[in-house]
């Protein structure tokens, strides 16, 4: 078991993403190279975003690392025989389990392949080999979950209410992020109507700037809350990186010293940002860290606690506890309809860990507008997490006693039901 200092470092995830980072880039790179002389500003600009505002602990390297396949692959490749059209759906499927929003990029990929085959039975080989692969994960959530939608985004969308978002701050508009997902899609449009452009390159513009557009659809229609993720806009600021590359290719040299600029600022961007991630210490306001010392100092094990934030974080180092999130979204979507028919919800849960005899032992807040405490301590009130950022309590619990310990921002009960 690793220290819990350790919970926010990059010793565990450095090595892998910086395996799929630089495998990512040097695929971009050669993408880069046969689109145009500045091909280096391809793998350049996502690399440097990946490295300064990219999650470690994400899948947003891998998914990098995915998509340069198949970019790769579609423009070096071409997919004619049933060997090669068997290969682009696998990667294609690759993409999507990566990021599952990336289906509307792989749409795009897979309508490509059909206007260019011009034959429908050539087309279905990708399909059905992208379909074969999805296939056991998708039946496995709705096996475990309650749907083919994986029950954190499921919790997330309105679908099919609308939900649209205004601006939100920092640099938020429609729920996307204004410089890394709405810069990227003016940029792609710009570049897709430029006639200096080659129609071949515009090929590959086209499938990244539909599938950037479609999720920004999505996310301002359809999601509640939780866009502000940096992992959310691997794929627009690849169209950027492609958008940027293609219109300094079509200026030729002219366009050296603006090149030149822009490659000195991302290679400073990856040196600060990878300063500043191994420089990073363990802080003691980490709220996760709080949990994990409280259950270790106080010595419980083999218990089912109930957390207002961080599950999984307190899971990964905690694993001797069952740890359940208030914000479901590890949950499923017949508990989540049982819990809201019953009236109260966390009465509901905690009946039924009781049930099934593994009672919740200590409900643990640290934040978040999931479990909300009264000022004193004495009442507990769980907000519906499906609507959140709105705060819509669907149960609370009277907790007569108080909190078993209480500081600022941080609080631990042992509930007992009426």
């Not at 994960?137 to 475990?144: D, G, R, T, V």
């Not at 709405?182 to 080659?198: F, K, V």
């Not at 999505?218 to 993720?229: A, D, E, I, N």
């Not at 420089?279 to 709220?287: C, L, Q, T, V």
């Amino acid at each position: 078991m690793a220290h819990p200092g350790l919970i926010h470092t990059v010793t565990y995830a450095i090595p892998l993403s910086a395996i799929c980072l630089a495998f990512g880039s040097y695929n971009f790179f050669v993408v880069g190279r046969r689109m145009g002389k500045v091909g280096i500003l391809l793998p350049l600009l996502p690399s440097c975003y990946l490295t300064f505002f990219g999650v470690l602990y994400s899948e947003a390297h891998f998914f990098y690392l995915m998509l340069s396949l198949i970019t790769r692959f579609i423009a070096t490749q071409p997919p004619q025989t049933t060997w090669r059209q068997a290969q682009l759906g696998a990667l294609g499927a690759a993409v999507i389990l990566a990021r599952l929003d990336s289906i509307f990029l792989i749409f795009a990929v897979m309508v490509w392949r059909q206007r260019q085959s011009r034959s429908i039975a050539k087309s279905l080989i990708p399909l059905s080999v992208c379909s074969l692969i999805l296939l056991p994960y998708l039946l496995s959530n709705w096996i475990f979950f309650g749907g083919l939608m994986p029950v954190s985004g499921w919790m997330k969308s309105s679908f099919p209410l609308l939900n649209p978002r205004g601006y939100e701050p920092p640099l938020t508009l429609l729920g996307s992020s204004i410089p890394f997902g709405i810069l990227p899609l003016i940029a792609g449009l710009a570049a897709l109507i430029n006639s200096r452009i080659s129609h071949e390159n515009k090929k590959m513009l086209g499938i990244y700037l539909f599938g950037a557009f479609c999720q920004f659809l999505y996310v301002g229609l359809f999601t509640r809350s939780h866009t502000f993720w940096r992992w959310y806009y691997v794929v627009p600021m690849i169209l950027l990186a492609l958008s940027t590359s293609l219109f300094a290719s079509t200026f030729g040299n002219k366009c050296r010293p603006v090149v030149y600029a822009v490659i000195i600022l991302c290679l400073g961007g990856l040196i600060s940002g990878s300063f500043l991630k191994f420089s990073r210490d363990e802080s003691p306001e980490n709220k996760a860290l709080k949990i994990i010392r409280y259950l270790a100092d106080n010595q419980i094990h083999h218990q089912t606690i109930l957390v207002s934030d961080f599950p999984g974080q307190v899971a990964s180092q905690d694993m001797s506890n069952r740890i359940i999130a208030a914000d479901m979204l590890t949950g499923n979507r017949r508990l989540y309809q049982e819990m809201k028919d019953s009236g109260n919800a966390l009465e509901y849960l905690l009946r039924l860990c009781r049930n099934k005899g593994k009672p919740i032992a200590y409900i643990i807040y640290v934040g978040n507008y999931f479990l909300v405490p009264d000022g004193r301590g004495e009442k507990i009130v769980y907000n519906d997490p499906k609507r959140y950022p709105d705060q819509i309590p669907w149960g609370s619990l009277n907790v007569p006693s108080g909190p078993l310990y209480s500081e600022p921002g941080f609080m631990v009960w042992k509930p007992d039901l009426p």
